[in-house]
Nanobody, 129 residues
Framework: EVQLQASGGGLVQAGGSLRLSCSAS????????IGWFRRAPGKGREGVSC????????YYADSVKDRFTISTDNAKNTVYLQMNVLKPEDTAVYYC??????????????????????WGQGTLVTVSS
């Protein structure tokens, strides 16, 4: 059974940093794509970033580019999202999700939640001004 566990959320002041972790189990952690999504209050789900083991590609939403970094530790079956220079508009529940066929993930669809097969529970990030 595929399981994803997101953690690392919390309350931080604007300009601060947080690192989210997505621990994965139940699948081979060398053939995957893991995406981070977020849902802000009153808004829809937004793709934040994605990393694919298929080609090593990483993808970012324009709103977080140059502030967030996605990375992976295959030995720990964990994907990280380092979030720097946080802004109040980054406040949201953050989710990680997995694609079991990473070859179908590309720059035109990595942000589409419908492409993802499995989802973890969210972790709340609150950025105060």
């Amino acid at each position: 059974e595929v399981q994803l566990q997101a953690s690392g959320g919390g309350l931080v002041q604007a300009g601060g940093s947080l690192r989210l972790s997505c621990s994965a189990s139940g699948f081979t952690f060398d053939d995957y794509a893991i995406g981070w999504f977020r849902r802000a209050p009153g808004k829809g789900r937004e793709g934040v970033s994605c990393i694919s083991s298929n080609d090593g590609m990483t993808y970012y939403a324009d709103s977080v580019k140059d502030r967030f970094t996605i990375s992976t530790d295959n030995a720990k079956n964990t994907v990280y999202l380092q979030m720097n220079v946080l802004k109040p508009e980054d406040t949201a529940v953050y989710y990680c999700a997995a694609v079991m066929s990473p070859s179908r993930i590309m720059y035109t669809n990595w942000y589409d939640p419908m492409e993802y097969d499995n989802w973890g529970q969210g972790t709340l990030v609150t950025v105060s001004s």
